[in-house]
């Protein structure tokens, strides 16, 4: 939760998710860079549907320029594999409206299937999207001809925005993610120890003037939550593969919610001498993160310790089991290997899809809910609302409280980009006349969402002010005078989360404890799979598949990240049984994390 006090709740909000963090100024340059490379190229080129291909930049996992580079090509392979199907289900059905009807079921159930079942998400969504968008495109009736090139044209630019997103990331990428991760991760405890001996001072004045120092340190590094650090580590998993020490990712949680909760224990302590038992306590914490600093991190750990309050107790019990994970990532960089690359994401499937039908039934209430959309604005002849579409797609999350988050975020993100959209057209546009005044407007709206983009928790709110913006603004190759389609997305994104409460939310719910359930058995079983039946290692499991139990327990913790803040938007009379079930389960699932990365350190040591 936001680490500021409660006197003023708008700000203790918004400047947590707002405020500079390590890294956070120069991804969003690079986002500029991109954008404005991308539309001079375009506007050059004649390219149409720029609006498009810009919006979905800010989709791109920006984590590496490898990454980049991947996730660019399965955007641009799944654009492409939409359209070809779309034209193949034309030509082969005559495009009737009810083959058409057909095939938008069938592509947006392919779509949700893929995306929850499969490890590669972002092929599946952006198919769906794509799928959707050119099977709308033959309801308008206009000419074959006009409807293939206007896809080919959106195919083209989205390839080249992708290109000038790769050939930025690649342009400015960090050279060495190990030391930069090292370093960042000893800042954050240096500051923990000299916040915890600030506070065993048993001398007021002193105490206080220092501590306000320190303490506001500490609250930078605690609103930054983990999106630097985890960047970081993707990019290390990205380059080094085996080499990258076990158990880093769940590392960086714990290092994460110690700030967090020590940085609201700063609030309530900054005035006045500590109590003796409370001094006792913070020295006890101090002493561990001093140890946790040195580079003999094998050195044994107390298990017993004085009785403290319970909020001290807590940080103290998740220093100690980042302690006990014994991990080099403090003591020497990480090595490049020399070995055979990972091969962990081998299998097209996540385990366990066909073992439960709740992969299925998603995909069967996600289609229901994007078909009753597409039934709804063709009904009324309003196809500039084929937004509800795409708010079905992109927000039907494994829960009702992801869900409701995301949703809110695309509302707000919509309304910022479609203000700064309309102030655009009204008051800017009439006096543009050339490529160089465009992108001077368009630079600042960009650096916007890649900065809110970077945001510990409502990053999804800077893609979507980019949606918006670019939809409004950037239609055509010369100025627009229509605001329809900020007020049309608006529409159609009310209409998406309308129909999306009736069936997620009063037919069908997944609540967000049904989900950490889900992540605790998979962790489970991967534990229970490490361990044998005498409680060792257990024998025969081979180095890939090895490597596929690390990524699968990586990602369910990832995950788990998520749900833990999107449980505070489950709506209804369930909502605080929902957030003490969601606070045991994650004990439990850090636990769970905590035997397996033991286990999987026993294996490597073996």
């Known amino acids: 939760m936001p680490a500021y006090p409660k006197q003023n709740q708008l700000s203790s909000i918004i400047w947590p998710e707002l405020s500079p963090s390590p890294g956070r100024f120069a991804g969003s340059l690079r986002d500029m860079i991109g954008v404005v490379l991308a539309v001079v190229l375009c506007m050059t080129l004649r390219v149409p549907g720029i609006a498009l291909a810009l919006a979905l930049l ?50 947006l159930f392919t779509a949700a299937f893929g995306t929850a079942a499969t490890r590669f998400p972002l092929f599946w969504s952006i198919f769906g999207f794509y799928g959707s968008l050119d099977v709308a495109a033959w309801d308008a009736h206009r000419t074959s001809n006009a409807i293939v090139t206007s896809s080919l044209y959106n195919l083209a630019s989205l390839s080249l925005v992708v290109l000038c997103a790769v050939v930025v990331d690649y342009a400015f990428a960090t050279r060495n993610p190990d030391e930069v991760l090292r370093q960042e991760m000893r800042k954050r405890l240096a500051c923990l120890a000299s916040f915890f001996h600030k506070l065993a001072d048993a001398q007021s004045t002193s105490r206080n003037e220092a501590l306000k120092t320190v303490h506001h340190d500490l609250i930078r590094y605690a609103n930054a939550g983990d999106v630097y650090l ?52 913070y020295q006890k914490i101090a002493a561990l993160c001093d140890s946790l600093l040195t580079v003999d991190d094998m050195a044994p750990t107390q298990t017993t310790t004085p009785p403290m309050p319970s909020s001290l107790w807590e940080i103290y019990l998740e220093l100690q089991q980042y302690r006990e994970m014994q991990l080099p990532i403090h003591g020497a960089s990480i090595r490049r290997s020399s070995g055979q690359r990972n091969t962990a994401a081998s299998s097209v499937f996540l385990p366990g899809v066909f073992e439960s039908p709740n992969v299925t039934l998603h995909a069967l209430k996600l289609t229901l809910a994007a078909t009753i959309c597409y039934i709804i604005y063709n009904a009324v002849a309003w196809p500039g609302i084929f937004t509800c579409v795409v708010t079905v797609l992109f927000t039907g999350l494994s829960s009702t409280g992801a869900m409701k988050q995301k949703q809110l975020y695309r509302i707000l993100g919509a309304a910022i980009g479609g203000a700064l959209g309309i102030a655009t057209v009204s008051l800017l546009y009439p006096n543009t006349d050339s490529i160089t005044a465009l992108t001077l ?39 627009t005078t229509s605001l329809s389609p900020a007020r049309d997305r608006i529409a159609g994104i009310a209409l998406g989360v309308v129909v999306m409460w009736f069936i997620f939310d009063q037919l069908w719910p997944t609540r967000t404890s049904d989900a950490l359930k889900t992540v605790l058995f998979r962790i489970q079983s991967a534990k229970d799979r490490l361990r044998g039946l005498d409680g060792q290692i257990a024998p025969g499991i081979n180095e890939n598949t090895f490597d596929q139990m690390r990524t699968m327990v990586s990602s369910e913790l990832a995950h788990m990240q998520q749900l833990d803040f999107s449980v505070y938007f489950e709506i209804g009379w369930h909502r605080k049984r929902e957030i003490v079930q969601s606070r045991r389960l994650i004990k439990q699932i850090e636990a769970s994390a905590a035997e397996f990365y033991v286990l999987a350190l026993q294996r490597e040591v073996s």
Request: proline content about 4%; charged content about 15%; glycine content about 10%.
């Open 58 to 107: 800010f989709l791109l996992q920006r984590d590496h320029p490898g990454v980049t580079l991947r996730s660019g090509i399965q955007i641009v392979l799944s654009a492409a594999a939409a359209c070809a199907a779309t034209f193949l289900w034309v030509q082969f059905t005559d495009g009737t409206d009810f083959a058409r009807f057909l095939g938008f079921i069938i592509v």
């Open 230 to 281: 985890n960047a970081l580590y993707d990019q290390i998993h990205d380059e080094y593969q085996k080499r990258v020490p076990l158990g880093i990712h769940y590392r960086i949680g714990l290092l994460t919610r110690v700030l967090g909760k020590s940085a609201l224990l700063g609030f309530s302590t900054s005035t006045g001498p500590a109590r003796q038992d409370h001094r006792d306590a």
């Open 441 to 479: 407007i368009v630079a600042p709206v960009a650096l916007l969402s890649g900065w809110v983009l970077r945001s510990p928790r409502i990053s999804y709110v800077g893609v979507q002010i980019g949606f918006a913006f670019f939809l409004t603004v950037l239609p055509g190759f010369s100025a």
